[in-house]
């Protein structure tokens, strides 16, 4: 793509609520805009990273055998009046009359609704266990939204649920997605951190949340350095593999301030070890059983020719507030790096050119054709701005990799800047070798 | 994928409002659950198909040079009070109060929103023109919703907009949405005919309407062979290439009966020549100049100095519509035929075996791994039914090549059927090789 075709509407004026770097970021870049009070359009640089992030997080839920589906925005109240949240859900809750007077509301969360899907169709503990996973706007009317997507009130979410038999299964589809959570967030090259959580309204005995590391993050987080070093290679999805991942994991200290007591701290982890950084929830899991199955009359038959209540478990992943977390991560010192894997574009070339002196920009054109070719995903920034100011631009934007054609460049070198900043004078065929 | 593990359920009991044959097929073969009135959960045999769908049109869109972003589901009224529409549009906008008793809306179409991101970041006649898209669920509160996702009220579209700086500029936008159009339905393994439309509540002078060829389709369809014949292939996104185009459609009568005159047909359609049928639309674009862009204040600077409106264009394609188009013009003598390009599998895997033989099944799993490996996406029927039922039921599911695992096949040849139907005994070598 050429910049100067590509719609990024960057700006520099901020409305005065944008105060985290993120929604700065975000706004300035031109990769959302505000059409109203916590509703967001996505401008075609967020869209691109928002897919990405979509992208990762629904290959790991394939691998672990979740099908994906995908139920309506609009829900019927009738389910939710049969599950008893119509009423305790609150205003957060978006509740709306057709034109025939029916209630109806916009879907803050899911299980009554994929419940009311599973109980019509499954009849038989042969069926189980299932996972299955929707990847689908979401409202909650908060009262003030703020900080630009991170807290907004249309937002776009992963929610899986799972559905066993009996609870020793339940607790191996549980164990499953909290893999798969900590590979998501490895491959969107964040540090996550699972907690021991309080279930809260979506009730259930046991959950998790999975909080990244941001200096910025809205938690603050006590925890002992080496959860950090757990290595998930070794484990795979075995049951009792599974099992012994969750034990080294909870057996390391790390809680959020409403748990948080220094004494116990103090105790259990060693003054070097101590990290107390902020952090930022990116994921959700609970295991709540019958809560809604017995209800909702979800059941099956057992092999014993019984009826049991189905157990299930949900699991969530903001994927829309996740591009505002990556950049609370990863934007230092004034200055963006998106991971690779969730990068808008892998490369942009940046030429260095004049209306009199377009020489830079043929061969930076050539450079692009040549990508293109290799279905390397570049942006060739072909406007005719300073090089300093296009410096600091994609200082902004973020992208990795960049190739800049100027006074370092030969006829069949260029200057390729790395991720870490690294910048070396070598040739296209090399360049490419590093983007494949 | 295994069929025991697929969440496919598989229904016989039709509710009597079933009364079309894809809104039929669709609920017996699980691709899509009813959650409410004209709301509907799309299940995973579903969602497969409306995904592939999707991207079909999305890489369409990206080839033209449109450049897709994302638009939020709930809309502000403001916009549309801006744009005179808000009175107009009648109970099939979804208006609702948040819990602020603002004025919100979920919204039925994106003329306004997408001109209000529009003019806030385009100043100059250098930006244009510009294409933007994005593929997003609507709301329309169909007073009568019916035949199932093909006149529901909550449906996927892809809408696009195009910018331009003057009329003839805003037309090769025109042409090349056109073009674009006419290349998507044909990957879609349809055969549409581009008619020349009326523009309704969205206004403008110059509008089509594709339409494409089924039986059981809405509109009655009057039309001369021959426009099914023109070569797509001959022309190119040059402007001139596209008038051509735009003008040899033009020149072949094709008319919907709201604008059927017999004297003009016979005069115009050789007896041999003339098709009338029914057809289902698709897909609609419209040219509506600065119909929205002057009330909502979307200027440029012009090359001399001057502001001039910006002409717009909007473009349609029901993604969740085409599912069940195809299913209406595919679904034949009571057998279903996915096109290959949407399939919801490569191919389907059905071996011959009961609970004492299972030899055949264990044939079929080697033949289902080695598929994998080559990314080929294969059905393993692995369920204990019958071949006779096995075979009723993959009429229906309508994966377009089989691969029988039963009496004709040997140690290393099998029954292999393709999407016409013909039946041969081949290597699985040959079936790979038919099959990437």
């Not at 008893?84 to 009359?97: A, F, H, N, S």
């Not at 299980?111 to 689908?136: A, C, G, N, V, W």
């Amino acid at each position: 793509m050429r910049l100067s075709k590509l719609f990024l509407p960057i700006t520099k004026d901020l409305p005065s609520d944008a105060t985290i770097k993120s929604h700065q970021l975000m706004l300035r870049t031109g990769m959302i805009k505000q059409s109203a009070a916590g509703i967001y359009s996505w401008l075609p640089l967020g869209f691109k990273v928002m897919k990405k992030i979509e992208q990762i997080v629904r290959e790991e839920q394939n691998k672990i055998g979740a099908q994906e589906l995908l139920m309506p925005t609009i829900q019927s109240a009738e389910i939710w009046k049969e599950s008893g949240r119509y009423d305790d859900y609150g205003e957060e809750m978006l509740r709306i009359k057709d034109r025939q007077g029916r209630e109806i509301l916009y879907g803050p969360t899911n299980e009554e609704l994929i419940t009311d899907i599973f109980r019509s169709s499954i009849k038989s503990y042969k069926s189980l266990p299932q996972i299955l996973y929707h990847i689908q706007w979401k409202f909650r009317d908060e009262i003030r939204p703020r900080f630009g997507v991170m807290r907004c009130r249309e937002f776009y979410m992963k929610d899986a649920y799972s559905f066993d038999v009996d609870d020793e299964s339940a607790k191996l589809s549980y164990n499953k997605m909290f893999y798969a959570y900590l590979k998501t967030f490895k491959r969107l090259g964040l540090e996550a951190i699972p907690m021991a959580a309080d279930t809260g309204p979506i009730g259930g005995d046991l959950s998790h949340e999975f909080v990244i590391l941001a200096e910025t993050g809205e938690s603050k987080i006590f925890a002992d350095k080496s959860i950090l070093k757990i290595k998930l290679d070794k484990y795979n999805e075995d049951k009792s593999s599974l099992e012994k991942m969750r034990n080294e994991f909870s057996e390391i200290y790390a809680v959020t301030d409403e748990k948080f007591s220094k004494k116990e701290f103090d105790k259990k982890v060693k003054k070097d070890n101590q990290m107390i950084t902020k952090g930022i929830e990116v994921g959700h899991i609970f295991y709540f059983s019958d809560k809604y199955s017995k209800p909702l009359n979800c059941f099956v038959d057992t092999k014993d020719g019984k009826k049991t209540s189905i157990k299930m478990g949900s699991y969530g992943i903001g994927v829309s507030r996740l591009v505002a977390a990556i950049i609370e991560a990863k934007f230092l010192n004034n200055k963006m790096k998106w991971p690779k894997s969730v990068s808008p574009f892998d490369v942009v070339i940046i030429p260095n050119f004049n209306k009199n002196n377009t020489e830079n920009l043929k061969k930076a054109e050539k450079v692009y054709e040549e990508l293109k070719k290799q279905n390397i995903d570049a942006l060739l920034d072909d406007t005719d701005e300073s090089m300093s100011s296009k410096f600091t631009k994609h200082e902004l934007i973020g992208i990795p990799n960049q190739i800049i054609i100027g006074s370092k460049s030969t006829s069949d070198k260029f200057e390729y800047k790395n991720d870490k900043d690294v910048s070396s004078i070598i040739s296209l065929e090399e360049i490419k070798s590093k983007l494949i």
